[in-house]
């Protein structure tokens, strides 16, 4: 079986996002030499194997965002509330709060759009964390019936959906959402000044390459992801946001072009 996520380690490790992974046998390796044609990114089982290593080396502060979730938890679910953890892909947010709170403080339901990633999740949190309630469900998190929630954890999930689809998405949450829930909103961000954006880019880069990522790693990535991840800048989430409903929202984190927002539903 994969290794698991290890929680203790997110939790202990908030100021190294970098942690890479010991077994080398599941390092991501995907873009490593050069291909003819690079095929548009998918979530499938070559991107399940890797997938820790994979977004701990990618996505910075990624593991300080998952640390904080169970503090921000702490501070605004209602003992015994629903969560949801949408795009859970290997279940590390829900397992993020599993670490972080008692088996009696929520319920959760982690929600994937890709088969592969749901079979892992089932797995590795059944195993991790059997004494919580939470369930994984293979969904799309457009067309799922919501129920009532406390906590919306929508971790890196918002960028891999069309455009067009984002304000319906963002809406329904906070209709889902009960008075005085909180949507945590995690996202690949564009700067609007361009050489602000420039400039954050060039340090990602330098962030990949620091992780271990090649020049040809991170090209080839570059090109799979386009169209498939397209950022938004904070000044479009915030807006969105508030045309949902959410009566104050704020960036509580941001590394590079990495950004972590929080939405209040007025209480
Ligand atoms: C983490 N949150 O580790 N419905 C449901 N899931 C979807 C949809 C959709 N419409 N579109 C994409 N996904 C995780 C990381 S990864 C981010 C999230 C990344 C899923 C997709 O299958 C993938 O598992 C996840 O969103 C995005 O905290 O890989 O950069």
């Not at 979530?43 to 890797?50: G, I, L």
């Not at 918002?158 to 455009?163: I, T, V, Y």
């Not at 090109?223 to 904070?234: R, T």
Request: hydrophobic share 45%.
């Amino acid at each position: 079986m994969q290794p698991a996520y290890d929680t203790r380690n997110i939790v202990a490790n908030l100021h190294f996002p970098a942690c890479p992974m010991s077994d080398a046998s599941y390092r991501d390796a995907i873009f490593s030499t050069p291909l003819d044609r690079v095929a548009r990114f998918s979530f499938d089982e070559q991107v399940v194997a890797c997938f820790p290593d994979m977004i701990r080396r990618s996505v910075p502060g990624y593991g300080q965002i998952l640390g904080m979730l169970g503090l921000i938890a702490q501070r605004h679910l209602r003992h015994g509330a629903h969560v949801y953890d949408l795009g859970c892909s290997l279940g590390a947010a829900s397992l993020a709060l599993a670490g972080q709170l008692p088996p009696d403080a929520f319920r959760l339901t982690a929600v994937d759009l890709s088969p592969a990633m749901v079979a892992r999740a089932r797995e590795t949190l059944a195993a991790e964390c059997p004494g919580h309630a939470i369930e994984v469900a293979e969904g799309d998190i457009r067309t799922l019936d919501y129920r009532p929630s406390g906590m919306i954890v929508l971790n890196f999930t918002l960028q891999f959906l069309p455009r067009e689809d984002r304000d319906a998405v963002i809406a329904r949450l906070h209709e889902a959402l009960e008075p005085g829930g909180v949507l945590v909103l995690s996202e690949k961000v564009v700067d609007l000044d361009e050489q602000d954006n420039a400039w954050r880019v060039e340090r990602y880069h330098d962030f990949k390459r620091a992780n271990g990522y090649s020049d040809l790693e991170i090209s080839q990535k570059r090109n799979a992801l386009e169209n498939v991840l397209v950022p938004d800048s904070l000044d479009a989430h915030h807006d969105r946001l508030a045309r949902a409903g959410f009566s104050r929202s704020l960036t509580w984190f941001q590394y590079l072009n990495f950004a972590s927002l929080i939405a209040f539903k007025e209480a």
